[in-house]
T-cell receptor
């Protein structure tokens, strides 16, 4: 079974530029998550999708971050404009369903450096 | 809100030593508890989990028991190997209905020397 795919793996941009990350979850997984992991910290949820609907985006900085999940499969996370503090690893995860005890499967992440 | 506190690292051990990483949680409901591991150059992967009080999760020689009375989920392994060198994250989810995001601790870096 193929795992969660993410691209690009690395990205370097200057502040105020825009950037987009792509995620393809495990086939058949209804729930998709985007997490932000700042160096030295644990991942923090940005947004959760159930199929193509948003379940939780309470911690997404909506003035600069946006995300969509077209057709309930692939997802894109965008930052516009980027700030220095957005430097982090952006992790995509998926699970079969949303439920307590459900295992979330993580992709390799996209490492973003904002200069 | 829900949170996880885990032992700060880094932790350095010799091969065959006993490993314990402490994890305690704060939650208003009845969460599921997880240990995720990140090996060098790899993504996060589930190590073990427990979904209710007194459950024991185990995998690859690692164990953790869900202790509701002490709100803890400490990770243990009796004899570590060099290949266990990684960053270990304690996490919880599902403390409240319809809230299934993972809340992670800060991670503990473990290095095992030959």
């Amino acid at each position: 079974e193929a795992g969660v795919a993410q691209s690009p793996r690395y990205k370097i941009i200057e502040k105020r530029q825009s950037v987009a990350f792509w995620c393809n979850p495990i086939s058949g997984h209804a729930t998709l998550y985007w997490y932000q992991q700042i160096l030295g910290q644990g991942p923090k949820l940005l947004i959760q999708f159930q199929n193509n609907g948003v379940v939780d985006d309470s911690q997404l900085p909506k003035d600069r971050f946006s995300a969509e999940r077209l057709k309930g499969v692939d997802s894109t996370l965008k930052i516009q404009p980027a700030k220095l503090e957005d430097s982090a690893v952006y992790l995509c995860a998926s699970s079969h369903e949303a439920g307590t005890g459900e295992t979330q499967y993580f992709g390799p992440g996209t490492r973003l450096l904002v200069l | 809100g829900d949170s996880v506190t885990q032992m700060e690292g880094p932790v350095t051990l010799s091969e065959e030593a006993f490993l314990t990483i402490n994890c305690t949680y704060t939650a208003t409901g009845y969460p599921s508890l997880f240990w995720y591991v990140q090996y060098p150059g790899e993504g996060l992967q589930l190590l073990l989990k427990a979904t209710k009080a007194d459950d024991k999760g185990s995998n690859k020689g690692f164990e953790a028991t869900y202790r509701k009375e002490t709100t803890s989920f400490h990770l243990e392994k009796g004899s570590v190997q060099v290949s266990d060198s990684a960053v270990y994250f304690c996490a919880l989810s599902g403390a409240r209905s319809n809230d299934y995001k993972l809340s992670f601790g800060a991670g503990t870096t473990v290095t095992v020397r030959a």
